[in-house]
């Protein structure tokens, strides 16, 4: 197994070094300026009150051609719409779609205006954002015409107006404070008033907000915190929603990793996998990372990728597993895979996680 480790991370070292990642820089491009600052992390001077928080996090890989079998554009975008409810249901961090044929332009680091992987990543981002944010982020689009089919994901970060919570997603406003100029800054939560910030942010920006006044009291405008968006999670135990990144090729799922370190676990999943049954327990881990393959499977995506120079995708990964062996049909849709694959490593990823403990969502 050291050995095997070592390999890999030999490999992906020096793809790393080929390709100067800019972490979770591509996608964020398909969308306005609002929401490329998600990922904003700041200090915290105060904290909430004390709940178990959550130390690690899941991320999922999927090839963008997973809708390409799909004709009607409803269907591509209700396909969409149940893996981000999939991702949501079993609190996943980050989803990443990869481009299954590679790329040989390294410094293409967004998906081309009318690609598969443009068309989930868009509508994986627009579900995610909260309802009363989405046209402020969000321009009228042809991938986001049958948006109205989605169901909705319903998860803590998507609140009504009238909800007493600790914690709100929002854009920051071009409107000035009236004090010195750079102490703070308006943001647009979804309240029937603005809530002021301590931080003067640039207008546009999605920033995740911790109240610091009740809804039940009038004031001019309500007073918070900007906080790193995964706080909530981190401290409290709170699950807010993934992230989506875009993978110009297999082997950048692991080099563009946006966690110190990358990930510390691999699952591959595949039809000629190694059986899940024989898998009890998973390894301690931080950032747990799972990589479903398209039609063609993962073997195409490593050919493909001309910078990875392992010749078997089994040794990519820490386990490379078949997560339905002996299924009655000649192949698993992608939202069955997904479903089937959490399922099954859900309790075991409890287990075994260095954070313990269990993500809460919206009833606690």
């Not at 980050?94 to 390294?106: H, K, P, Y």
């Not at 100029?181 to 207008?203: M, T, W």
């Not at 370190?261 to 996998?273: F, H, K, S």
Request: overall charge neutral.
């Amino acid at each position: 197994v050291e050995m095997k480790r070592a390999l890999v991370e030999e490999t992906l070292q020096a793809s790393k070094k080929a390709k100067t990642p800019k972490h979770g820089h591509a996608v964020n491009e398909l969308m306005p300026t609002a929401n490329k600052e998600k990922p904003l992390q700041v200090s915290v001077s105060s904290k909430p009150e004390t709940r178990e928080g959550i130390n690690y996090t899941i991320t999922i890989a999927l090839p963008g051609s997973i809708v390409d079998g799909v004709l009607l554009p409803e269907l591509k975008t209700y396909l969409a719409g149940q893996i981000g409810r999939l991702a949501a249901v079993f609190c996943v961090d980050e989803i990443v779609v990869f481009n299954e044929a590679g790329c040989t332009n390294q410094a293409k680091l967004v998906p081309e205006a009318n690609s598969s992987a443009a068309f989930l990543s868009r509508v994986l981002q627009y579900l995610e954002t909260p309802q009363y944010l989405r046209k402020m982020l969000f321009p009228l689009h042809p991938d986001l015409k049958f948006a109205g089919l989605l169901n909705p994901l319903d998860c803590p970060h998507h609140m009504k107006a009238d909800e007493e919570v600790q914690f709100r997603e929002g854009v920051v406003l071009d409107r000035p404070t009236r004090t010195n100029a750079g102490s703070g800054s308006f943001v647009e939560c979804g309240l029937k008033k603005n809530v002021r910030v301590d931080r003067h942010i640039q207008p546009g920006v999605r920033v995740t907000v911790m109240m610091e006044h009740s809804l039940k009291k009038d004031p001019k405008y309500f007073v918070g915190k900007v906080v790193s968006p995964s706080y909530p999670r981190q401290e409290c135990g709170t699950y807010w929603g993934y992230r989506v990144r875009f993978a110009h090729s297999l082997g950048a799922i692991f080099t563009e990793s946006p966690f110190e370190g990358g990930y510390d676990l691999t699952i591959g999943t595949a039809g000629n996998g190694g059986r899940v049954d024989d898998v009890k327990c998973l390894p301690h881990f931080r950032h747990i990372l799972v990589v479903f393959g398209g039609q063609k499977g993962l073997d195409y995506s490593l050919e493909c990728d001309e910078d990875l120079k392992v010749s078997d995708v089994s040794l990519l990964f820490d386990h490379y597993l078949n997560m339905c062996p002996a299924h009655g049909t000649k192949s698993l849709r992608p939202e069955e895979a997904i479903f089937i694959t959490m399922s099954t490593l859900r309790p075991m990823i409890t287990r075994s996680s260095s954070g313990g403990g269990a993500l809460v969502g919206q009833e606690k």
